[in-house]
């Protein structure tokens, strides 16, 4: 169970690539909590946010509303997939090294609940399973307020050099 939050207010664009490699995943991703680095354009646009996050954990909210449903009056599945692979694809950022990046190869997402506006507020929740040095593993679900799990997932990333201008 969970209390609800609102939205930060944060800057929204792209963190500048110079700095971030000389960041740890972790450490960006802490940045961005403290708007430091901006959050994506899609979070807004999506209304979800990164929430908490810690070494090999990732923890985002999301707000249901009716410009995401599908034509049954649900919230469409690929809105609860993309918010799950933001927490599944942070959790991994989190244990990245200075100069290192990520990216999905597979994501795996079973629909337990529907969810609706009047779902209200909701956390998915991404935790690191295994980091090998090219491919990395995570599990997550999302939650209602109630506690109640509404979908899971599974996801692998490929570990690679961040690329950078120099």
């Known amino acids: 169970m969970f209390d609800t939050v609102p939205r930060p207010d944060l800057p929204i664009g792209i963190a ?3 700095q971030a490699a000389k960041m740890t ?5 802490q940045a961005l909590l403290r708007g430091d680095f901006p959050a ?3 979070a807004p646009a999506l209304d979800f946010w990164l929430h908490a996050v810690a070494e090999g954990e990732a923890e985002f909210r999301g707000e249901p509303s009716a410009r995401i449903l599908n ?5 469409h599945g690929g809105w609860a997939m993309t918010l799950l692979d933001s927490a599944l694809g942070s959790a991994v950022h989190t244990v990245m090294a200075r100069g290192e990046t990520y990216a999905s190869l597979d994501t795996s997402v079973k629909f337990l609940r529907p969810i609706t506006p009047q779902t209200g507020q909701v ?3 991404g935790k690191l399973q295994s980091r090998g040095r090219r491919i990395a593993h995570a599990e997550g679900r999302i939650e209602d307020r109630k506690g109640r799990v509404l979908a899971l997932a599974t996801t692998s990333c490929f570990i690679q050099p961040m ?3 120099g």
């Not at 034509?71 to 919230?75: E, I, R, T």
């Open 25 to 29: 995943g972790l450490e960006q991703l």
């Open 71 to 75: 034509p049954m009056g649900q919230v």
């Open 40 to 42: 994506p354009s899609m």
């Open 16 to 18: 500048p690539i110079e």
């Open 163 to 165: 690329h950078t201008a």
């Open 123 to 125: 956390r998915a929740l």
